[in-house]
């Protein structure tokens, strides 16, 4: 299928880890080649690579029958490293969905890195952790075509952690939107450096809770 002018590749039937990698491996190598073909400089050859990224939905339903497991946290640690060893061998960025646990929702607060189902691989390998919340008012539910939620980063190797953003979703489109015309990381950034926050930026405490102003 083509997307936005690119080859997507859609596979709603695979789950075994060494499928997955096997796939990944082909569509890479026959992009890169494609590539290739079409002519790249020398210096850009070591960085390129076939795919632009890779979707997962979710890790808890990989399956790896060449190894059992009694615990699912055990099945994580060993599928994460894998999986991160092959974005990082063949340059491709990876997003990975997860499930979460009820208790946050529960508690009534924001997720935390703890509330990743059998968390402690996917945690120790991502290199970034980003969470959609969507915020609820005491008796209130939100309905309609458009809700607010926010976007909060829990972990990054190289940037901010615990800040957040808000974002629309649209039910009718099932599609994000930053709340204004701004990129919604670039309130984040403006945030961080003292300015204002268009974006919706706010800095977000240990126990969940939102700190407004917090990098202000």
Sequence with gaps: EAWCGKQLFIYDDVFNLQDIERITEKHNRELLDEKL????P???RACLSGLDFVVGDYLQIVETPERKFLKKSDQLDYICPRLKK???LKNIPGFWGSQITRTAQNEK???????LSDSSGLEKAADRVLFLHMPQVEGQEQTGGEVQVEL???KS?????DVAVDLVF??????FRPT?????????????????????AAGIGRDGRIQKGAFA
């Design 37 to 40: 073909r079409a002519g790249v």
């Design 42 to 44: 020398d210096e850009q």
């Design 86 to 88: 092959l974005h990082r």
């Design 109 to 115: 607060r924001r997720p935390m890195l703890f509330d």
């Design 152 to 154: 909060i980063q829990r």
């Design 157 to 161: 190797r190289n940037g901010p952690r």
């Design 170 to 175: 649209d039910r009718v489109l099932t599609r």
């Design 180 to 200: 204004t015309s701004r990129a919604p990381m670039d309130g984040v950034a403006a945030r961080m450096r003292g300015g204002s926050s268009a974006g919706g």
